[in-house]
C-alpha cells in the first residue's frame, strides 16, 4: 500500500519486539524531582530498558494547565517497568531512589 498523501510505501507491522499487552508493569521509582525524572529517564534509555511514566501533574490556576516556565506543583511521575525487568532497573536507579528517599518529600516503591 501507497501512502495517497507523500506517495512512500506503508508497512503492515513496525520493527520490533512483538507487542505484549498483557505483560505485568511494576512501579519502581516515583519523583517530583525534574532533575531525577531526566536522569531516571537517561539511564534506563541508556541500558534499552523498555519504561512508561506515568505522570500526575495538578492542574494550574483555575483548572487549566500548567504554564510553561512555571513548575508543577506537587506533581509526580512514577516510573513503571516490565516486572522482568524490575530488579535490574532497582539496581540501575539505586543512587536517584536513595537521593529521593533522602529528600524532605521522598517517595519510593518497594
Avoid at 508497512?11 to 512501579?27: I, N
Avoid at 512508561?52 to 517497568?81: I, K, Q, Y
Wanted: net charge negative.
Amino acid at each position: 500500500m501507497v501512502c495517497p498523501t507523500c506517495g512512500v510505501d506503508t508497512v503492515d507491522r513496525l520493527p520490533g519486539p512483538e507487542p505484549t499487552p498483557d505483560v505485568e508493569l511494576v512501579l519502581v521509582f516515583a519523583t517530583g524531582d525534574a532533575s531525577l525524572i531526566a536522569l531516571a529517564q537517561s539511564l534506563l534509555d541508556r541500558a534499552e530498558i523498555d519504561y512508561l511514566v506515568r505522570e500526575d501533574h495538578p492542574t494550574g490556576l483555575f483548572g487549566v494547565g500548567r504554564r510553561p516556565g512555571f513548575p508543577a506543583a506537587n506533581g509526580t511521575s512514577e516510573f513503571w517497568v516490565r516486572a522482568d525487568d524490575a530488579e535490574r532497573v532497582k539496581e540501575l536507579l539505586e543512587d536517584l531512589i536513595a537521593e529521593q528517599a533522602s529528600g524532605p518529600s521522598g517517595s519510593v516503591s518497594s
